[in-house]
């Protein structure tokens, strides 16, 4: 098992490159729900704002 | 047909179809992601001359791949926006940077890991293929903060997606440095004359991984583009009335 995860000497680089891999795609996911949260309460605000003055 | 591209180039309709393949896209992704790097790290044999350190290639030449293509989907909607004046297809190519930059940087930072064991080196000045893709990072980011710099949004449509188009001169010399010149990198595995020069047990995962990364890469273009598309329409009815409707 653990000769497994070794990747014969290489595991250090076999590993990070897939954890680096793993980080860069959930930051993918997580800025584009952070730009979509904050257009979503940039409208919001607008539309509040065109209510109360009606 | 083309009332079928017609109806997709208006903003709702693009809005209201796209989020139908977001779900699919990403379980899809994610499953073959999944098998790829299961099969790629523990199924696969050892590569004879690169022993373990190969399977970088699982993560690497979807990454280096993917970090093209978001240059060409970008640089092509550009041109559509430029001669159409199509506002969706100019929503495409702002959605379409920050993705292609974030694998740009993937596919550098996974060859430098790779190329420490194998070359002995992280990163060498002046080898074509890693500068080539390296002046595509820049050209992203340059492309990203043209958009930030201008507030007026078809003026800012304009400026960059000239800037895309000028730079897409790097795309066919990243795709053919490593034959062009001499570099450290190694050939083509995959598109290459006599086909792919690598085993089944070795190939099944990296086209699994290839698959899987364009469909994550999909939903999450698809769900950038949404945004952008939402962003620029603020003042449309559709958006009002559906704000409207989601917060009643």
């Known amino acids: ?54 | 047909m083309w009332t079928f591209f017609h109806k997709l180039a208006s903003p709702p309709h693009f809005y209201d179809i796209s989020a139908r393949f977001i779900p699919w896209f990403a379980v899809l992704g994610l499953l073959l992601i999944g098998y790829g790097t299961v099969a790629g790290l523990f199924f696969a044999p050892a590569d004879y001359q690169q022993g373990d350190a190969f399977r970088i290639i699982y993560v690497h030449v979807p990454a280096a791949y993917l970090s093209m293509m978001a240059y060409s989907i970008m640089a092509v909607s550009a041109a559509i926006g430029l001669i159409w004046r199509m506002k969706l297809a100019h929503a495409v190519a702002a959605g379409a940077a920050p993705l292609g930059a974030w694998f740009t940087f993937l596919a550098l930072a996974t060859g430098s890991i790779w190329g420490r064991p194998m070359w002995g080196t992280w990163w060498e000045w002046g080898d074509p293929r890693l500068t080539s893709e390296l002046i595509m990072l820049f050209l992203y980011f340059g492309y990203m903060a043209l958009r930030a710099a201008i507030d007026d949004t078809t003026k800012a449509d304009k400026a960059s997606a000239v800037l895309a188009l000028v730079g897409a001169v790097n795309i066919p010399i990243i795709h053919f440095s490593v034959e062009w010149w001499s570099s450290l990198h190694q050939g083509p595995t995959l598109v290459r004359e006599g086909g792919p020069a690598i085993e089944p047990a070795m190939l099944y995962p990296l086209l699994a991984m290839i698959f899987g990364f364009t469909f994550f890469f999909g939903a999450l273009l698809l769900a950038r583009v949404r945004t952008e598309v939402l962003s620029r329409e603020h003042r449309a009815r559709w958006v009002r009335n559906m704000m409207m409707g989601e917060s009643a």
């Open chain 1, 1 to 54: 098992m653990t000769e497994m995860f070794a990747m014969g000497n290489y595991g250090a680089y076999v590993w990070s490159s897939f954890g680096l891999t793993a980080i860069v795609m959930l930051a993918c996911v997580a800025q584009a729900r952070s730009r979509q949260r904050t257009v979503y309460q940039q409208i919001e605000t607008r539309l509040k704002a065109m209510e109360s003055a009606e």
